[in-house]
């Protein structure tokens, strides 16, 4: 048995990580919804992961497009003085752009973050989870063998698990999707009986 005793929403990490919880849930939506593009994404993206030798294509690249840059100066500044050449110009500018394309092309990939929406989000349920005095309502949510239990003060609601449709998990949080459209985000910290692994 399982018991939390639900306290206030105060840790200034909780926002970081309830945006981390709702991209995780958003990602599962997609893939289900989606899954033959998602399929196609990840396929691109092991591709662009794999080997061993990504560093030294990396290190290649950038070595052409510094080569490219100075190529191309070296053939626009003749091609400005006069006689203007327009043939050394262009010649000069593809070079350039060429060599910046490809210095940009090298670049080690940024990790994919959280989606605005889901930052937007995560605010709105903390601010909703923060103006209820947790400590003060007394909710206890005892997950037992057969369902799990939603109790504060006189109130009681019983859920059986075959309701809970997702679970997601970060350092401090624990969302729990169930039902339709209702989530509760549990903090590890309000685990009273039970060990959280």
């Known amino acids: 048995m399982f018991r939390f005793q639900l306290r206030n929403y105060t840790d200034p990490a909780l926002e970081g990580e309830t945006a981390e919880l709702l991209r995780q849930r958003l990602e599962r939506h997609s893939r ?6 998602w399929k196609a994404t990840d396929a691109l993206n092991a591709y662009a992961a ?5 560093e030294t294509r990396q290190r290649r690249n950038r070595i052409y497009a510094v080569i490219l840059m100075v190529l191309g100066a070296f053939v626009l500044v003749p091609g400005l003085m006069k006689p203007r050449a327009p043939v050394l110009i262009a010649a000069g500018v593809l070079a350039l752009l060429s ?3 490809l210095l940009i092309l090298s670049r080690k990939p940024k990790p994919a973050g ?3 929406a889901c930052r ?6 903390l601010e909703r989870q923060r103006s209820v005095d947790w400590d003060a309502a007394k909710t206890q949510i005892t997950f037992a063998d057969i369902a799990w239990t939603i109790s504060s003060g006189e109130q009681q609601e019983t859920i059986p698990y075959d309701q809970i449709t997702g679970l997601y998990e970060t350092e401090h949080l624990w969302l729990l999707v169930y039902g339709q459209d209702k989530a509760l985000l549990l903090q590890k910290s309000d685990l009273v009986s039970g060990a959280a692994d």
Do not use: I, S
């Open 120 to 125: 937007e989000e995560a605010k709105k349920l």
């Open 32 to 37: 289900q919804t989606v899954p033959g593009l």
């Open 114 to 116: 959280v989606p605005a």
């Open 99 to 101: 060599g910046l394309g």
């Open 50 to 54: 794999q080997g061993p030798g990504r």
